[in-house]
């Protein structure tokens, strides 16, 4: 497959000075829906002074040279942008660009082009999120904050379902928390349309979730000490409060986010979103316009 990059000409000695640090990439198909992931993009890079590649995927050998048109115009913004280009099918020319070890992190919109709703994802958006090990930064388009609304990701929310294998695969999310100077709550609910889970080692919620106070000091303990410091690795210097709530795992998700202000919600992607798989990232998506920062784990 054939590619190359070029970096935009604002930006063009802060790219330099780039050269050679891991990226956050950018998919970019030329709609204004994909565009709308750039600017929190270039916020994050520059979070973690990292530079910004949009990555544009074509059948074409040579990149459409009206494509830098397409893009918005932020000089101010801290980070560097380089425009990647690579000729091909969209979902392998992504997937092959995001499997090299110097990308760190993947920023899509839900959807470009053709615009899903109802929690649904955009072929493309769905193929790549199922197929790469990075952690990818998802942004409605119809619901991404812009200018002065456009703010760093500094508060993360972090669902638990009390299962090792769930903190585990939040590693990722953590170890960019620390990187990015973020706060994280964590958020353990007591879900009452499904069986807690049976996994082996998992946390359970007290017997009195309506009353917490019973036993939350050693129950919230132990969710710090074994899920987030032991398994999920929280680093040390990442501030951590646990949350304890019922109901319907996608919706209390949302309300919280609404209601706590979280800049970004982290949730652990277990199947390759296949038909009916995938509920929670689907509900959360339709109910919330917060950006999902999903990360693989084990189905």
């Not at 760093?152 to 990187?179: N, V």
Request: aromatic share 4%; hydrophobic share 45%; charged share 20%.
């Amino acid at each position: 497959m054939m590619s190359g990059s070029v970096s935009l000409p604002d930006t063009k000695a802060a790219a330099l000075a780039n050269e050679g640090r891991p990226a956050v990439v950018v998919a970019f198909d030329g709609s204004p829906a994909a565009a709308t992931a750039l600017p929190l993009a270039r916020i994050v890079a520059g979070q973690l002074g990292a530079p910004v590649e949009v990555l544009h995927v074509a059948p074409t050998p040579r990149p459409d040279p009206d494509i830098l048109k397409l893009l918005p115009n932020e000089p101010e913004a801290d980070s560097a942008v380089r425009l990647r280009w690579a000729a091909g099918e969209p979902v392998a020319g992504i997937l092959e660009v995001v499997s090299d070890p110097g990308v760190e992190l993947v920023v899509l919109t839900t959807h470009g082009r053709v615009i899903q709703s109802d929690g649904y994802l955009g072929r493309v958006a769905e193929a790549v999120i199922a197929n790469t090990p990075h952690p990818v930064l998802l942004v409605r388009p119809e619901a991404a904050p812009s200018g002065p609304a456009l703010v760093p990701l500094e508060h993360l929310l972090l669902p638990l379902d009390g299962t090792p294998k769930t903190a585990t695969a939040l590693q990722p999310a953590t170890s960019l928390a620390g990187r990015l100077g973020a706060s994280i709550d964590l958020l353990y609910v007591a879900s009452t349309d499904q069986a807690p889970a049976r996994e082996r080692g998992a946390i359970h919620p007290s017997r009195y979730v309506d009353q917490p106070h019973h036993e939350w000091p050693h129950w919230s303990k132990e969710v710090v000490d074994r899920l987030c410091t032991c398994l999920a690795q929280c680093p040390a210097s990442v501030p951590v409060q646990v949350y304890l709530a019922q109901g319907s795992i996608g919706p209390e998700i949302a309300r919280f986010a609404r209601e706590h202000r979280v800049d970004a919600i982290v949730l652990v992607r277990r199947s390759r979103l296949q038909p009916g798989r995938a509920p929670i990232l689907r509900s959360v998506l339709e109910l919330t316009p917060c950006p999902v920062l999903l990360v693989a784990g084990e189905p």
